[in-house]
């Protein structure tokens, strides 16, 4: 009997294993990564400072970076009313920065960001997130394996958990038509706030899907000195991060309860942004940045700094260099 009992564990551990091989297999080689942040997610290309570049990819691969993650805001480019066509030109910039992360081998995460509209209105822009999701699919089904899908960046506001899960699950199902083998990156809702994981229903028969959180904890920290906080970020400013015992241990307790959520469900986890704003002091900054994605690589998780050449940014776009204690914070 106990013999059974082991090779009964031994067979449900390795199907377990093999079904949820894809999503874990990508999510190890997604690595160490970058967010292309205040380009494509802007209300234009460029109206929030950033034109993306074919020598920003090249400059994240020479880095040491494995993959980028893709802040698209679709809504911007589709029609208000069905059938809520996407602009084909913007379609085709999207694809042009496909190719150029195929080009310089590296893995890439494109997301629905900065649906507005969706957030505080979900019943009223359900039908309109799915054609469009419906379209992306349609549009890069082709694409190698090495692009994953992200639902939709950080819900929030009145797109809580219960409406959340539900238009998530119908629209994976629309997105699974025509990319069947796709990786897809799904958060919970707050922001994708680890404290909702235990919200987030992802369906269970489908197991090539990787959950994300992100991490801006302390806020007074991160975010001192963020115009689009309000007046009470002023008040931030001057506050470091020592890297205390005190300190690394709330980061790792925060983990820890992600992680458990992880190995509840087996799901890979990815942490999809983390990041310290330029008001903060560098020496603070790089220890803060340092401490999270060594948390993040302790537990085996993928990491995408936001982000690469802006407020948060770990690149210098007017010098054309990174700036080095960021980027050792994150690849060494």
Partial sequence: MLLAAIISFACSSTHAQQKNSEAFDYAKRLGDGINFGNALEGPTEGSWGVVLKEEYFKAVKDAGFSHVRLPVRWSAHALSAPPYTVDPKFMDRVEWAISMAKKYNLLLVVNMHHYDELETAPDANRERFEAIWKQIAERFSSASEDVAFELCNEPCKSLDASKWNSILAETLHLVRVTNPKRTIVIGPAQWNNIDELSELTLPESDRNLIATIHFYEPRQFTHQGAEWIGKESYAWLGTHWNGSP???????????????????????????????????????????????????????????????????????????????????????
């Fill in 246 to 332: 005190a300190e690394v241990q709330t980061i790792s307790s925060r983990f820890d309860k992600a992680a458990d959520w992880a190995k509840q469900h087996d799901r890979p986890m990815y942490l999809g942004e983390f990041g310290a704003y330029e008001k903060a002091d560098m020496e603070s900054r790089e220890r803060w940045t340092r401490t999270v994605r060594q948390q993040a690589m302790q537990r085996g998780w993928p990491t995408a700094y936001w982000e690469f050449c802006s407020g948060f940014g770990a690149y210098d776009p007017k010098k054309n260099k990174w700036r080095q204690p960021l980027l050792n914070a994150l690849t060494h």
